[in-house]
């Protein structure tokens, strides 16, 4: 059984920093691409960020470019999102996904048609 587990979310200052984590049980000798998703209330699901399986290919959503970064230990099924500069309109639950792929393709994550999905973490930006 395969499971995403999502860990770092909680309350923030604006301009402070956050670093979300997550790690996958139940893909050994898999490669993936993984990602993050966010969810404010009464808004939908958007996609924040993903890498490939190497971390060579990342991509980011206008919203937090230059000021989140992800990373992929090599060879493992985790991704980090580093969050800096964060601001209140950051604030929502925090989802990690995941495909059986090592390649990111922007339209299947735009799609949010993807394999495995975590519980999700909050995060807080108080102004």
């Known amino acids: 059984q395969v499971q995403l587990v999502e860990s770092g979310g909680g309350l923030v200052q604006a301009g402070g920093s956050l670093r979300l984590s997550c790690a996958a049980s139940?893909?050994?000798?898999?490669?993936?691409?993984m990602g993050w998703f966010r969810q404010a209330p009464g808004k939908e699901r958007e996609f924040v960020s993903a890498a490939s399986w190497s971390g060579a290919v990342t991509d980011y959503s206008d919203s937090v470019k230059g000021r989140f970064t992800i990373s992929r230990a090599n060879g493992k099924n985790t991704v980090d999102l580093q969050m800096n500069n964060l601001r209140p309109e950051d604030t929502a639950v925090y989802y990690c996904?995941?495909?059986?792929?090592?390649?990111?393709?922007?339209?299947?994550?735009?799609?949010?048609?993807?394999?495995?999905w975590g519980q999700g973490t909050q995060v807080t930006v108080s102004s």
């Open positions: 139940g893909l050994t000798s898999r490669s993936t691409t």
């Open positions: 996904a995941a495909t059986i792929s090592s390649t990111y393709v922007r339209r299947v994550w735009a799609s949010r048609d993807l394999d495995y």
